[in-house]
Structure formats: structure tokens, C-alpha cells
């Protein structure tokens, strides 16, 4: 139901810092739970961080931990994804999934995806 649209990806040299978005479209945004998700080439998607519906709750792979922050703004239908101390193997497609309420790590537990964004961190 909920329509989700990522941007701000982009090429960062290691080490830099970068925040992609991801806008949802609907009036009921805060009753969403969000998740990241990435996907490099010739993996399987993994989960990177994930938000609750209330923003009192986050949850963050152990490889992306200190680094990312999961943050939103219910207020724009907006969710975030900081980036800091970028390395390589970070390079994938990021995407942001929806559903309701409660935060999972499980992709096939959400049940709206946007499009990705490309991030890509050089070595």
C-alpha cells in the first residue's frame, strides 16, 4: 500500500560520509516500521538497520554498527540512513522496505520495497 522512493545515493571515497533518504508516499507513515536493506553484486540482500513505528526502537547489522545511524521524521514521511566511515565492501544497491509496526531484521517480512540507490565506496 505504502509507496517508497530512495535517493541520495552516490560515489564516497572510504572513509566518507553519506545520508540516503527514503520518502513514502500516504498519510499513515508513522504506523510503519522501516528497515534498510542492501544488496551487492552476487549477494544475497542483507539487512542494515531498521526503525519501529514509534522511533523508540532500532536495530543495526553488526557490520554497519557505530557507523550507521537509522533515523525518521514522521513529520515528512521520511526515513534516513546516515553513513559514516564509509569502506568498500559497503557498495551495493541500499533499499527501504515498510511494514506495519514492529521492526524485524527479515527481509521477506516486509512487505513494501523501494526502487534502491546506488552507493558506492571505491577501494
Known amino acids: 500500500q505504502v509507496q517508497l522512493v530512495e535517493s541520495g545515493g552516490g560515489l564516497v571515497q572510504a572513509g566518507g560520509s553519506l545520508r540516503v533518504s527514503c520518502a513514502a508516499s500516504g498519510r499513515t507513515f508513522s504506523r510503519y516500521a522501516m528497515g534498510w536493506f542492501r544488496q551487492a553484486p552476487g549477494k544475497e540482500r542483507e539487512f542494515v538497520a531498521a526503525?519501529?513505528?514509534?522511533?523508540?526502537?532500532?536495530y543495526y547489522a553488526d557490520s554497519v554498527k557505530g557507523r550507521f545511524t537509522i533515523s525518521r521524521d514522521n513529520a515528512k514521511n521520511t526515513v534516513y540512513l546516515q553513513m559514516n566511515s564509509l569502506k568498500p565492501e559497503d557498495t551495493a544497491v541500499y533499499y527501504c522496505?515498510?511494514?506495519?509496526?514492529?521492526?524485524?531484521?527479515?527481509?521477506?517480512?516486509?512487505?513494501?520495497w523501494g526502487q534502491g540507490t546506488q552507493v558506492t565506496v571505491p577501494s
Open positions: 526503525i519501529n513505528w514509534s522511533g523508540g526502537s532500532t
Open positions: 522496505a515498510a511494514r506495519n509496526y514492529v521492526a524485524t531484521t527479515i527481509a521477506d517480512e516486509y512487505n513494501a
